[in-house]
Every structure is written in C-alpha cells, then in structure tokens.
C-alpha cells in the first residue's frame, strides 16, 4: 500500500473541511470597508455568521486534534514554533516594511513594534496565533488529563465554562461584572476563555456522533439559527453582547458548524479539494490581510459598493489571490517556515 493511499485512509477530511470554512468565515470577518457602501445591517449579520465560524473553529480543531493523544511538551512545542510562530513572525516582518514603506510608521516605530512581537501581536488579525500557542503550551498536560478522564468528567469542565458565556448578557443588568472577571482572584477567571473552545472540540469530536439524524437536532439548528433575527430585535442588548466570541449564541452556532460538518457525507473529489485548501489555509490566514487591506479595499474603496456586492467580491479575489500567492511560495525551499506548509 502506498503512503498515499496510507494518508487517504488515515486522515479526517472532515476536519479539512472545518478548517477550510473556517478560513473562508476569517476573510468574511474581515471583509467589508469601513464606512465604505451601503446596508450595514448586512455586515451585522454577516458578522454574526462569519465570527462564530472563523477564530472560535479554529479552537475547536486545535482541540479535536492535538488534545487527542498525548504529547512531551518539548518535541510538540519545537515543532509548533516552527510551523506556526516563524511564519507569523516573518508575514509580520513583511508588514511593517509595507507600512514603513508607505510612509505610515518610523523606522523607530518598526524597532519598537519588533521588541513587542514576543508579547502581543503587531498585526492585529494576528491575535488568534497568540491564544492558539497558549493553548499549545498546555497541551501536553490537559491531553494527559484528557486520555484518562471520562466523559462526565469533561462534561463538568465543559457545563461550567459555558456558565461564563451568559456573563456578556448579565453585564447588560450587571455592569460591575466587568471589575469582577477582570479580577485574577474571581473564581471564574479560571474558566473564562478560549481554552474552553479546544477542549469543547476535543468532546465533540470524541463523543459526539449522530448515527441518525432526529426531529430535535433539527429543530435545535433552526432555533439557533433563527436566534439573532431575535436578539437583533431587542434594542436592549448591544450588538457587541450578541457577537461576542464568548457569547452563548456564538459557541452555540459554532457547535452546530462543528458537527454539521463533521457528518457531512464528503465525495473522494470533495475531500481532496478540501485537503488541499486545508493544507493552504494557515498561509492564507497569514496573508490574506495584506492583499485585503493594502491591494483590493485601495482600489474598491471609491467605488463605494454596496456591502451586499461589495463583502462577496472582496472574499472571492482575497481568497484567489491569497491561495495562488501561498500556493507559489510552497514551491520554494522551507517553504514550510514560511506560510506554514
């Protein structure tokens, strides 16, 4: 048997195919220009879908996937340097010099930025890389608890976490919520965070199979789907409550992402396809922002599209532009260092 037809039988194309539309929901965050168009309840709903698909997916397969099996914290964290803190700290290099080459910062500003990169990210959308690595750091020890806990253990865990996500809700009736989590000291403080995501990813992906689709699965995906049409009518709650990545709603939707997914029934053709793009993706994440930001909204932007064409058109040319340059790169040596391949 070859090692190809090894790697076909092995892998989970189903987790390609999150990652793959994970990928696609980042651009669609990321999309529209700033006051720049027309219909700005289209972005609001269009955030609310993008954002529960997008960074909160990406936890959720980190978790599926490294927190499977154990791990020894060296090997595992040499590695994911590598394939993960290089690239992002090279595509951050690339874009300070973009920025200092326009005339936007100081060759100063550049030295400055350069000493914080170990501390918080110099390119904003790259914030996720810094939370997805402090998942890493613990990885070797929660798969370790992971490969002997049962199931209701991690249903604990899991049922108290999810308490915290009301807490954008109640800051509505609570605002002193706010000073309270803040604080290292809160017995919630613990609990409150995206390392729920990758732990959440780990049970769905170990317990959680439907064998036959039923009445109440379907009326649960309706009901959370319908769901902002009603929060989105009640002038009480912000729309910063509502698309809230550690919102109730968000986690909710990205449950329903995660497992419509995971059982779709996916064509050999199907799977290749999103392998493929998969395999791209992270190098995409990484530059999809330059062209976004310093190719395509310069030259849309006095147009002024309406954001009913203006969001489908930017997605579709970052996403060719962003996978040809990546799929260019990969032909190069360590290519790998470099977009991640």
């Not at 700033?34 to 909160?56: D, L, M, Q, R």
């Not at 099996?69 to 973009?98: C, H, N």
């Amino acid at each position: 048997m070859s090692e190809q037809q090894v790697l076909r039988q092995d892998r989970l194309y189903w987790i390609d195919a999150i990652r793959s539309f994970a990928c696609l929901c980042v651009i669609t965050t990321h999309a529209p220009i700033p006051n720049c168009g027309s219909g700005e309840k289209i972005i609001a709903i269009t955030n609310y879908f993008s954002v529960a698909g997008a960074s909160v997916l990406f936890f959720m397969i980190s978790g599926a996937l490294v927190l499977f099996k154990e791990k020894s914290f060296v090997p595992f964290i040499k590695v994911r340097l590598s394939r993960i803190a290089l690239p992002m700290l090279i595509w951050t290099l690339i874009s300070l010099a973009i920025d200092y080459a326009q005339h936007e910062i100081t060759g100063l500003t550049i030295l400055k930025r350069i000493s914080m990169i170990p501390f918080a990210p110099q390119v904003g959308t790259y914030w996720f890389i810094y939370v997805v690595f402090g998942i890493y750091l613990l990885t070797p020890f929660l798969s370790s608890w992971l490969s002997k806990a049962s199931k209701r253990d991690v249903e604990i865990y899991l049922s108290i976490w999810a308490f915290t996500l009301f807490l954008p809700y109640l800051r509505i009736v609570l605002p002193q919520i706010d000073a309270i989590t803040a604080m290292s000291s809160g017995y919630l403080y613990s609990f409150y965070g995206y390392l729920g995501f990758a732990i959440l990813g780990f049970y769905l992906r170990k317990w959680c199979n439907f064998n036959e689709l039923k009445k109440w699965h379907v009326a649960l995906v309706i009901f959370i789907v319908l769901l902002p049409a009603v929060l989105y009518s009640m002038p009480i709650i912000p729309h910063s409550a509502i698309q809230n990545r550690m919102s109730i709603n968000i986690v909710a939707l990205s449950v329903c992402y995660f497992l419509i997914i995971k059982h779709m029934k996916l064509s050999a053709k199907a799977s290749s396809f999103f392998y493929d793009f998969a395999q791209h993706s992270f190098g995409i994440y990484l530059v999809h922002i330059l062209v976004m930001r310093k190719v395509l909204w310069p030259l849309l932007t006095p147009l002024e599209i309406p954001y009913f064409i203006q969001i489908p058109l930017i997605i579709f040319l970052t996403v060719g532009i962003s996978y040809a340059i990546v799929h260019l790169i990969s032909k190069l040596p360590f290519s790998k260092y470099i977009v991640g391949l």
